[in-house]
């Protein structure tokens, strides 16, 4: 997958990252991840539901990743951050 069909999720509104996503499906890429981190994880899988059930009711979910990186915050020390990774697919995609 190419860098231009991720998108990341972070503090903005959630239909702003809708709006990305499903530009890319309508533009003819069979394949959008969302990618966040920490307290953007919960947005990730607003953005995702909404994109399937309001905008693009051809697309599925594919894999969905979970993992946990390691980050340097303010301080200088490491500390964990979970992350996830949502593939969605369109179903019909030429």
């Known amino acids: 997958m190419s860098e231009e069909n991720v998108v990341y999720v972070g503090t903005k509104p959630a239909m702003d990252y809708v709006l990305s996503a499903v530009t890319q499906l309508n533009s ?3 394949e959008v991840m ?8 919960s947005r990730a899988v607003d953005v995702a539901e909404i994109v399937r059930n309001k905008f693009v009711l051809d697309a599925e979910l594919g894999t969905i990743n979970i993992s946990t990186e390691e980050v340097s915050n303010k301080e200088g ?8 990774e949502i593939h969605l697919n369109k179903k019909n995609c030429k």
């Open 34 to 41: 969302l990618k966040a981190r920490g307290r953007a994880i």
């Open 77 to 84: 020390s490491n500390i964990n951050v979970s992350s996830i």
């Open 28 to 30: 003819g890429t069979s």
